[in-house]
């Protein structure tokens, strides 16, 4: 490479990392709402809940990714717990979204698949998702936890009162937000054990 060229690619990787920067750091400075999140899922896998993760596009491989963190931990030795993704099955999500339209490919999995100890993991860039939000609203009304994964200010989702918990990326770019949320969800799937490994702070009074 030029020097000339070497210059230009060093410029957009400092761009790049500074975009970043800032969206990775908020974490940290959310580390409440994200401790709060994480007991609460902790609660419901300690009463034989599941995780049921959904999204589109992107997305859609997040809630696997997320599914098989559980399932499968990548650590030797740590506890595995249940969990779905709802865009794993192709039949059941083209034959929803073919009769009763794509807003209901989610929220209909849940209602006949949820049950109320579950965990219902809704992931969305942009927040403005609308079969990702009917799907948490469907969750509530069933008495899942509802936890969201935002980018940007949050969208509809983060204001719609069926979600328990929003962790959300600070930024409009949905590439970085999609990053974070690799982040977050690895957190997610660290504290959950974090509380499994603490005794008492899982019992129904402190859960109440």
Not at 95 to 116: C, I, K, M, S, T
Not at 166 to 185: F, G, N, S
Request: glycine share 12%.
């Amino acid at each position: 490479m030029s020097q000339q060229s070497t210059a230009l690619a060093r410029s957009a990787v400092d761009e790049a990392c500074a975009r970043r920067r800032g969206p990775g750091e908020a974490i940290a400075d959310d580390a409440e709402r994200v401790a709060r999140a994480c007991h609460a899922m902790a609660g419901r896998f300690h009463r034989g809940g599941k995780l049921v993760g959904f999204g589109n596009g992107g997305t859609t491989s997040d809630a696997q990714h997320v599914a098989v963190e559980f399932v499968h931990p990548v650590i030797v030795g740590k506890r595995a717990l249940p969990g779905i993704s709802l865009t794993s099955d192709v039949a059941t999500l083209t034959g929803v979204a073919n009769r009763d339209g794509f807003e209901e490919v989610f929220a209909h999995q849940l209602r006949y698949l949820g049950h109320p100890d579950d965990i219902a993991l809704g992931v969305s860039s942009d927040g403005r998702c609308a079969n990702v939000r009917r799907g948490l609203q469907v969750a509530k009304e069933r008495g899942l936890l509802t936890v969201a994964l935002l980018g940007g200010d949050g969208g509809d989702i983060a204001a719609d009162p069926a979600v328990d918990h929003v962790l959300l990326a600070h930024t409009d770019d949905p590439r970085v937000a999609k990053e974070v949320h690799v982040t977050l969800y690895h957190l997610l799937w660290e504290l959950v054990h974090v509380f499994f490994e603490q005794p008492g702070v899982l019992s129904p009074e402190v859960l109440r």
